[in-house]
Every structure is written in structure tokens, then in C-alpha cells.
């Protein structure tokens, strides 16, 4: 009997639609064997994501070294055999569902450095498909799966059918470094092309697979690194709000000592969710702007600004991928804050209307500075030089009547 292989959706369905309004997840791993005996702080972590605003979670369960993280019936090689808490699949996943988080499993399926030399191809694959059934049936509904490494497309595509054959609205991203935006290299659910970026003007969800359309969103993800170099809070969360505009972003989180978090990285996700809310409101403030200058009720004003952030310094400690795409972003970001602090060191030097100088308004009203730094960052940046001093003097003046309009409703 010939059974008809699953396929991807040809439509964007309600649960493809969820996965795209979540748009915000975390991918978060151990290393090695997690040696150190600990109980794993499951409900911590949830506690602290949800603050964070991640939508989904996605928990490594196998990878390439072959280290299960569950109490796998199909092998020793687990953390059964250790002195770490065997039910971290289960905790995990009830902690997401307490706080109304997805759960995802991520399983490296055709890399595995420790099963496959001790079987077959055929062995292991059944091997594999085994452990992908007890994931899926074990430990209730799986929101995500990743599929990590360059899976022989038979073989991926076996694996997808056990998945879909089990959990039908599970939703499969085949996790790689492959970029190509017009096809699809395996059978999957979502486009997960590790750190690539869509272009400035967002993707088309539409896929050619064995020259069939599908409807398949994307997801791409931030480094955030919690020993050696990382990006500053700040830039990750302008990374990861340039990407949510164009897709679906996941952050890695790489967690030390068995899964118990430091102060700081716990720390630094927050401050990097506060930078990415007040990202996104500025962002919503600058459309509502430009849809009312598109009107003729108002145009915005634009000043001059200085790019004093060209290229990044090295000191900065930022580690880069081989996606220069994040590169560029980043540097861009950069560049619009300088020109925000610019602007905001020539206004604080205004003198308003009652006599008052501005900066003194600002730091004995921090209310006032909130006001006035948060619509500056809702300003259209126009990057040139402050020693046009026509245009800066014209251009403080407009800010000065739009920042005494803005006190005055105080």
C-alpha cells in the first residue's frame, strides 16, 4: 500500500496564522551533558519570558552530540543516566502552558554523534522516528519542532510524516544555514534559514517545494550569548524589531551551570524587551505621522543629524555571524540613536517661551524628558550634517513649537 506523503499548507491556515502573530520566541539549550546535578528552575524560566514578552519557547531535546533530555525508552544515552531531573520535558512544557507560552521541542535529526556510528542508516532512522513519537505523544500538544542539520530530503521528509501523523497542527521548521528565499531545500512549515534576514520590504510567504506553491512564513535569529561577546541589549532588540517587521524572530538564549540563569543575562533580557517596546511604539507613532502628512493635516518635521556611527568599533563586543545583514541593521540603529542624541543635546540648549532653558525642564521634570525623548524617537531621522546651520536653526525652531505644544498638555 502506498501511503500519500504530508504535505505543507498550500493556504495560510488559522494555526500558520497564530505562529505569525506570535512573531517573538526564544530558543534556549545546555550545553554538553549537563553534568552538574541540578533541578531544573523550569518555572523561573517561564516567570522571566513572560516578562519578556516571548511568545514560544523552543527546548533542545537531542542535539548532534545525541544527549537526550528526556527519558528516552530507545536509549540509555539520557538524562535518566545522570543525576538531573528526568522530568524536565514534562515540567517545561506545563510551564509554558501556565503561562500561556508555546512549547517547542527542537531535535537534531541527521547529525547525532553518538547513535549513528552504532547502527545502521536504516537503524537509526527508525531509531529517530521513534524518539520523534514519544516527543509527540508523551508529553502533550507540541506547538514547534525544529529539525536541525542538512537532512537528506527522504529522510526529512519521514520524519515530517510521524509528525504530522501524530500532531497534525504541529508546526515543523527544518532549522539550517541555507538561504534561499524562492525555494525550499526540505518539507517544512516554517522558513527558519538560521540568521538570514528578509529584505526591507518583508517576504512573500509563498514557496516553490517539488514545484508546488506553499504558503510558508518566515523565522530568522538574534545571537545572544551568555559568556564571551554579545550584542548589547540594545541592539538586540533593534535587530529583533527590524525582524518582526519583515517575519518571525527567535532569540537564542545559551543558559550555563544546568540551566540556572545569572543575574546579569537575566538582566540584559529585560532591558533588551524594554529597548524593543519602545521601539515598537515609536514605530507605530512614525506611521501615524506619516499617514497624517500623507493627509496634508501636517508634515513632519526632519532635522539634520550627525552619523557618528558609521561602521561598529570593535570594542563594542559584538560578535557577528555570516549574515552581514544584522551587521548592517545594527549599524543603522546606531547611527539614528547618535542623530536622536544629537538632536536631543541641541534641544536641551532651547530656550522656551517662558524663559526656561529646556535641559533644565528636562532634569527637574522627568516626565517632560520622557515626553520629549520618546517623540524624538518617533521623528523621521534625516542623517546629514548639524553645520548646515540654516537648515538646524529652521529645524529647531519647528521642534521647539512641538515640544512647548507637548509640555503644555503636561
Known amino acids: 500500500m502506498i501511503i500519500k506523503d504530508f504535505e505543507p499548507a498550500t493556504e495560510r491556515t488559522p494555526v500558520i496564522t497564530r505562529f505569525e502573530r506570535m512573531r517573538f520566541g526564544i530558543w534556549f539549550d545546555f550545553a554538553g551533558k549537563d553534568a552538574a546535578y541540578r533541578k531544573y528552575n523550569t518555572e523561573g524560566w517561564m516567570e522571566l519570558f513572560k ?14 552530540d545525541g544527549w537526550c533530555r528526556w527519558d528516552s525508552q530507545y536509549t540509555d544515552y ?19 502552558r501556565k503561562h500561556d507560552i508555546a512549547p517547542g521541542f527542537k531535535y537534531t535529526l541527521s547529525w547525532d554523534d553518538y547513535h549513528q556510528k552504532r547502527m545502521s542508516e536504516e537503524e537509526y532512522y527508525a531509531f529517530a522516528n521513534n524518539q520523534l513519537r514519544e516527543l509527540l505523544t508523551d508529553f502533550g500538544r507540541i506547538d514547534l519542532l ?29 532549522h539550517g544555514g541555507n538561504y534561499n528565499p524562492a525555494k525550499l531545500d526540505n518539507v517544512a512549515d516554517i522558513y527558519q534559514p538560521s540568521d538570514f534576514v528578509p529584505e526591507p520590504e518583508g517576504h512573500s510567504p509563498w514557496r516553490t517545494y517539488r514545484s508546488k506553491r506553499y504558503y510558508i512564513p518566515w523565522e530568522a535569529f538574534v545571537i545572544r550569548r551568555f559568556k564571551g561577546d554579545s550584542p548589547p541589549p540594545k541592539v538586540l532588540a533593534a535587530l529583533c524589531h527590524e525582524i518582526i517587521k519583515r ?25 533588551m524587551s524594554e529597548f524593543l517596546r519602545e521601539l515598537q511604539a515609536a514605530g507605530q507613532r512614525r506611521a501615524a505621522r506619516r499617514e497624517t502628512a500623507r493627509k496634508g493635516e501636517f508634515v513632519e518635521a526632519s532635522g539634520p543629524f550627525v552619523d557618528a556611527y558609521a561602521t561598529y568599533r570593535k570594542e563594542e563586543g559584538i560578535i557577528w555571524r555570516r549574515n552581514e545583514t544584522q551587521r548592517k541593521i545594527a ?21 522656551l517661551s517662558d524663559g526656561r532653558i529646556l535641559g533644565e525642564t528636562m532634569a527637574t ?46
Not at 523552543?58 to 548532534?64: A, D, G, H, Q
Not at 539520557?78 to 509554558?96: G, Q, T, Y
Not at 527522504?154 to 510521524?162: G, I, K, L, S
Open 51 to 64: 516578562k519578556v514578552s516571548f511568545k514560544y519557547a523552543i527546548l533542545s531535546m537531542k542535539n548532534n
Open 78 to 96: 539520557s538524562i535518566a543516566s545522570s543525576k538531573n531531573n528526568p522530568n524536565l520535558a514534562r515540567e517545561f512544557v506545563e510551564a509554558c
Open 146 to 174: 525544529w529539525m536541525e542539520a542538512a537532512h537528506p530530503p527522504e529522510r526529512m521528509q519521514q520524519a515530517y510524516n510521524t509528525i504530522k501523523s501524530l500532531q497534525p497542527d504541529c508546526l515543523v521548521s527544518a
Open 247 to 271: 517575519g518571525a524572530c527567535a532569540l537564542i538564549l545559551e543558559l550555563t551551570e544546568g540551566g540556572f540563569m545569572a543575574e546579569e543575562p537575566k538582566a540584559n533580557l529585560l532591558r
Open 331 to 351: 549599524t543603522e540603529y546606531c547611527a539614528r540613536w547618535a542623530a536622536e542624541e544629537a538632536l536631543l543635546e541641541k534641544l536641551e540648549r532651547l530656550k
Open 365 to 410: 521634570e522627568p516626565a517632560v524628558r520622557t515626553l520629549v525623548r520618546r517623540e524624538v524617537m518617533a521623528a523621521d531621522i534625516v542623517q546629514t550634517k548639524w553645520d548646515e546651520q540654516d537648515e538646524c536653526a529652521m529645524t529647531l525652531r519647528v521642534y521647539k513649537n512641538w515640544i512647548e505644544a507637548l509640555i503644555a498638555q503636561q
